[in-house]
Every structure is written in C-alpha cells, then in structure tokens.
C-alpha cells in the first residue's frame, strides 16, 4: 500500500528536499506540499494524506495551531491523517503540546534522511513512536514540569486488564512492540493486539498519547527507568 504524504513547512528548500527524498521510495507518494498551517489543514482536506510531515513554527497558522485543527476537525469532516512534527529541540514545549493533541510524534529536521523515511513508514502503520526512547525523555520532562493532568484519568485504568496494565507501563516507558515482547514472553502478533485494546479502553489515538496518558495517570514517573 502507498503512504500518501503531505509537507507543511514555510521554507522552499526543505518542502523540495523531503519531497524528492520521500517521493524516490516505491511505497510513499508525495501528494501536496504547503508553506503555512492554514494552506496545510486545507491541502490536508483536500488530498487526504496518510501522513502530514508539520514543521511547528510558521507563519499565518503555527504548526501546533494546525495540528489541532487537523486532528480535531469540525463535524463533517471525518479524514484523520497521522501528524509527524518537524522541529529542534530549542521548541520541545510545542512538541508536547502537539503530542497532546495527537500528533503520532517528532522529528529533528536535521535527522538523516534514512530517519525521515523511516519515521513516515512509523507513523503510518500506528504501531511505534519514532525514537521512542527519546520521545519517552522529552514526555517525562514536560510533565514534570508542565504537568495537566486529565480529570481523573487514574479511574480509567481500572477497565485495563493486569497484563494491559503492564503493556501500558512498558509502552510509557519507551520500549518498542518486539521489546515488551521479549520482556513479557509474548508473541509480538499479542503485543499488538493488547496495545490495540489499551488504546480502545483508554479512548487514546495512539502510542504518543498512550505515554502522555501514563505519565498523568501516575503509571510511570519521571525518572524511571525500564
């Protein structure tokens, strides 16, 4: 299947560079390109990607700003793309802010091309953050020192069975599907199906606001280690 991809970021060069580098694989197609959030959430609309690449800072509408609009749109409108953040690590804060809303993760724009081709395939088949580890360091961060935590999230674990409780813990702590299958001795195939039906209990998008979810809830703390 083709990953169709949109790319929203305000330089020329940037939009030029990663179109050609993603367009050149056989399994990703390049099917709009924007130069600010509004004109992002509009192609988004209109082409209906599979994934938006979304730098954070831009002009007319910040990356943020259209992200929101992106994954929370209005009645009617019911295609839901993957949103994977473009940026540096001096704007970490809106990183996590765009986690919050639901974006499925970052990456630096300076990562190597293998990178970037790699996070796209990530994020479109829903199954692993990109760099979860260091996706996991900058969540513990920021809700250690930004913490607002959701009403009473703590009481929607109680609908997780034990060993979805332990695959929530794991996912938290940075750990990939064939990781907390070797740590629990599970077939990877079952690991899927257990974050599937976390993520359905919880009402979570995905692994980026299953972690978020966690840190609130108290599951993990910042600090901890798997």
Request: hydrophobic residues 45%; without cysteine.
């Amino acid at each position: 299947m083709t990953i169709r991809v949109i790319i929203v970021d305000d330089q020329a060069m940037v939009r030029a560079g990663f179109a050609a580098l993603l367009s050149a694989q056989a399994d990703i197609d390049v099917v709009g390109e924007a130069p600010d959030g509004r004109q992002g959430v509009q192609v988004s609309r209109a082409t209906h990607p599979d994934v938006v690449l979304m730098d954070v800072r831009m002009p007319e509408m910040d990356g943020l700003t259209a992200a929101r609009e992106i994954l929370d749109p209005p009645p009617g409108v019911v295609h839901r793309p993957k949103v994977l953040m473009l940026t540096t690590f001096d704007i970490d804060d809106y990183v996590y802010e765009a986690l919050r809303a639901g974006a499925s993760g970052f990456l630096l724009k300076d990562a190597p091309p293998a990178d970037l081709i790699a996070a796209v395939r990530v994020v479109a088949s829903g199954e692993a953050l990109l760099a979860p580890s260091v996706t996991r360091r900058l969540i513990a961060d920021f809700v250690q020192q930004r913490p607002a935590p959701r009403k009473d999230p703590a009481l929607r674990l109680n609908g997780l069975t034990p060993r979805e409780s332990e695959v929530l813990e794991l996912i938290a702590r940075g750990l990939s599907n064939q990781e907390i299958a070797g740590h629990l001795v599970l077939a990877e195939q079952t690991v899927k199906t257990h974050i599937g039906r976390v993520l359905a209990k919880l009402g979570l998008r995905d692994r980026a606001q299953a972690v978020i979810f966690a840190y609130e809830a108290g599951v993990v703390r910042p600090g901890d280690s798997a």
